[in-house]
């Protein structure tokens, strides 16, 4: 029987974190970007959450506090646990952190290639901002999306 938590995130969680991190950045090298995952756990440990099912680690979510704006760095779960409530339980957990940290609007930045996530993003209130051009790099496109937290 699963048993689905969300707690803090582990420097023992990166291995797993940095595969579930290639499905929220497709245009990613896996080395560079575990560090970039590291670096915001050791930044924001109280904004870096994982899930886990019977304490295996299934999906993760990370965010960044600037003044009273926040960008939510990431939010992936595992393939065969998408669709289950798992990423809403994640975003809400973040959402309520950077709520009691008086932030204001939350961003999210998507890449061109995982628009398939829009839906989620609007199913909680989040609506496009705008696009950045080369955000991630050479031709690799952003999609903004914005939250105003009440």
Same mark, same amino acid.
């Given at each position: 029987?699963?048993?689905?938590?969300? &707690? &803090?995130? @582990? *420097?023992s969680d990166l291995a797993i974190v940095s595969e579930l991190a290639m499905l929220a950045n497709p245009h990613a090298v896996k080395k560079k970007y575990s560090k970039h995952v590291l670096n915001e756990l050791k930044e924001n440990p109280d904004l870096s959450f994982v899930a886990t099912d019977n304490e295996k680690v299934v999906g993760y979510i990370q965010a960044d506090i600037h003044d009273d704006e926040a960008v939510l *760095?990431?939010?992936?779960?595992a393939k065969e646990y998408q @669709?289950?409530?798992?990423?809403?339980?994640l975003l809400d957990? *973040?959402?309520?952190?950077?709520? @009691?940290?008086r932030v204001k609007i939350v961003l999210a930045e998507v890449h061109y290639k995982c628009a398939s996530a829009i839906p989620f993003y609007y199913k909680h209130n989040f @609506?496009?901002?705008?696009?950045?051009?080369?955000?991630f790099g050479m031709s690799h496109d952003a999609i903004i999306l914005k939250l105003v937290l009440q």
């Open positions: 029987m699963s048993k689905i938590t969300i &707690r &803090r995130m @582990r *420097e *760095e990431d939010i992936a779960v @669709r289950k409530n798992l990423g809403k339980s957990k *973040e959402l309520n952190v950077l709520k @009691r940290k @609506r496009i901002t705008g696009f950045v051009q080369d955000f």
